[in-house]
């Protein structure tokens, strides 16, 4: 079974560009959440799709958004970066059922805005 | 979301049992106790959860006191590769949004 998978490992992004970050949920996992993990700190949750659609959302700006898709796979976009923005970024997938149901994580993508 | 708070870190011997504290005194009725913990340079893992009775699974054990103010993850014999940041996290039933509130959790070190 292969769990959850984030693309890129690595990137650099400049002040002021977009960028997108993906994210290939378990095998008949339906949820998906983003989490932000600034280095020294816990990570921090952006938002949660559930078949599709956006299913709460954290104290993070607009520039801020999603996509989930028909296979659960999951992206994240942030416009406009700023250099706080450098983070390294999770996802974590759930299967369905109760709220309860441990998510599972994959090992993020470091992003650095210069 | 209720509050929990943890030591900023700890050390233990290997294969001696690690008990990991976390303090939640504004724990509802309805919140659950979970842990997680994320190994060097990898996201984080489910380690147990519970609600009111102590708890055990092949990883480790959570005591949670009478009054459910306070927890204790247990690892009964650590090893290296339990290094880690563990994070006490509350759970609330009920809610829309299947989250982890995560806190800065316990930086635990083992040595050999």
């Known amino acids: 079974e292969t769990g959850v998978t984030q693309s890129p490992t690595h990137l650099i992004k400049t002040r002021g560009q977009q960028v997108t970050l993906r994210c290939s949920s378990q095998?008949?996992?339906?949820?998906v959440s983003w989490y932000q993990q600034a280095l020294g700190q816990g990570p921090q949750f952006i938002f949660q799709?559930?078949?599709?659609?956006?299913?709460g959302r954290g104290n993070f700006p607009p520039r801020f958004s999603g996509l989930q898709f028909p296979n659960y796979s999951s992206e994240l976009n942030v416009n406009a970066l700023e250099l706080d923005d450098s983070a390294l970024y999770l996802c974590?997938?759930?299967?369905?059922?109760?709220?309860?149901?441990?998510?599972?994580f994959g090992p993020g993508t470091r992003l650095t805005v210069l | 979301d209720a509050k929990t708070t943890q030591p900023n870190s700890m050390e233990s011997n290997e294969e001696e049992p690690v008990h990991l504290p976390c303090n939640h005194s504004?724990?509802?009725?309805?919140?659950?106790i979970h842990w997680y913990r994320q190994l060097p340079s990898q996201g984080p893992e489910y380690v147990i959860h519970?609600?009111?009775s102590n708890v055990n699974n092949r990883m480790a054990s959570l005591a949670i006191a009478e009054d459910r103010k306070s927890s204790t993850l247990i690892l009964h014999r650590a090893t290296l590769r339990d290094a880690a940041v563990y994070y006490c996290?509350?759970?609330?039933?009920?809610?829309?949004?299947?989250?982890?509130?995560f806190g800065t959790g316990t930086l635990l070190a083992v040595q050999p």
């Open positions: 519970g609600l009111t």
């Open positions: 974590a997938s759930s299967p369905p059922g109760t709220f309860l149901n441990e998510q599972f």
């Open positions: 095998s008949g996992h339906n949820t």
């Open positions: 996290i509350l759970r609330s039933h009920g809610g829309a949004t299947n989250k982890l509130i």
């Open positions: 504004t724990i509802s009725g309805t919140d659950y």
């Open positions: 799709y559930y078949r599709e659609e956006e299913n």
